[in-house]
């Protein structure tokens, strides 16, 4: 799994965390203050991988002081989602990056 990620500059360490919040469901944590994603090691790696993608948006958008899109939960996910299914093909999260090729 990536370790770090370099967000506009600011270096984001992802740790994986045996849970978040149970009650609330929550999954996935970006904590700007800290400069760190927590992301819940339980769910399948396709979900953490949408979920890891959710919680870099929050810090790009927070970087880039997009705040009404950042506050609005419903926009993060359907960016986020968006993303995460057109370049999932190329990254798998074990931290090895596949080649994105041009097909002739
Ligand atoms: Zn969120």
């Known amino acids: ?3 770090k990620i370099d967000i506009l ?10 849970a978040i919040s149970r009650e609330k469901y929550t999954i996935g944590q970006c904590d700007y ?8 090691m339980a769910p399948p790696p396709d979900l953490m991988g949408a979920t890891l ?10 970087g880039v002081g997009e705040d009404c899109v950042n506050s609005d939960e419903g926009s993060v996910q359907r960016i ?18 596949k080649r ?4 002739r």
């Open 1 to 3: 799994m990536i370790e």
């Open 80 to 97: 986020a989602r968006g993303l995460y299914q057109a370049l999932k093909p190329y990254v798998d999260f074990s931290g090895k990056e």
């Open 9 to 18: 500059g600011v270096t984001y360490a992802i740790s994986l965390v045996p």
């Open 53 to 62: 993608f959710h919680e870099v948006l929050h810090a790009v958008l927070e």
């Open 100 to 103: 994105l090729t041009a097909k």
């Open 33 to 40: 203050a800290n400069q760190s994603i927590d992301l819940d």
